[in-house]
């Protein structure tokens, strides 16, 4: 199947072109979209993200494959990033992500066999002074225990 922007994101779309001065300066914005839509930036939307900029595919693939925050593949229903950037870690970020490894009986970097979760691992999210802490979607959970670790993946593995 061809992909192509929703009418309402498309409308979203033509309204961020409307704000920059170049096409291209709409990449991120323009890939956020596909991926709200699709759940990953695959190889096809690359290249129709590139088309529709008027870009290179490679110069798009470069931007997606740049930011941790582009999916390169398809991803569960929620995601849990752990930090594990030095403060955090000397918070214990390495016992919450035992924690949420062994709860979610997979390793960093793997979706669960439900489709319902996938864990990361995360450098610095800016909340250092908080550790250790997860962001889960677009949510972030601070100072965390692993009581609070299990309420938090109860919820997402419902
Ligand atoms: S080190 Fe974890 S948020 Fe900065």
């Excluded at 920059?20 to 695959?42: D, N, R």
């Excluded at 190889?43 to 008027?54: G, N, S, W």
């Excluded at 009986?105 to 319902?116: C, F, Q, S, Y």
Aim: net charge neutral; aromatic share 6%.
């Amino acid at each position: 199947m061809t992909f192509a922007l929703s009418d309402e994101r498309e409308r979203t779309l033509q309204e961020i072109l409307s704000r920059y001065p170049t096409k291209m300066a709409a990449t991120i914005p323009f890939l956020h979209l596909c991926q709200e839509q699709h759940g990953w930036v695959s190889d096809e939307i690359c290249e129709y993200v590139a088309k529709r900029l008027d870009l290179s595919a490679a110069h798009v693939k470069g931007v997606a494959t740049f930011y941790s925050l582009f999916n390169k593949e398809p991803v569960g229903k929620h995601q849990v990033w752990v930090c594990r950037t030095l403060p955090c870690a000397l918070a214990g970020a390495e016992n919450v992500l035992k924690h949420c490894e062994k709860r979610l009986g997979i390793h960093a970097g793997e979706t669960t066999r439900d489709g319902k979760v996938t864990l990361r691992t995360a450098e610095c999210l800016a909340s250092c002074g908080s550790g250790p802490m997860m962001q889960v979607d677009r949510d972030y959970y601070e100072n965390l225990t692993l009581a609070e670790v299990d309420k938090i993946l109860d919820r997402v593995t419902r």
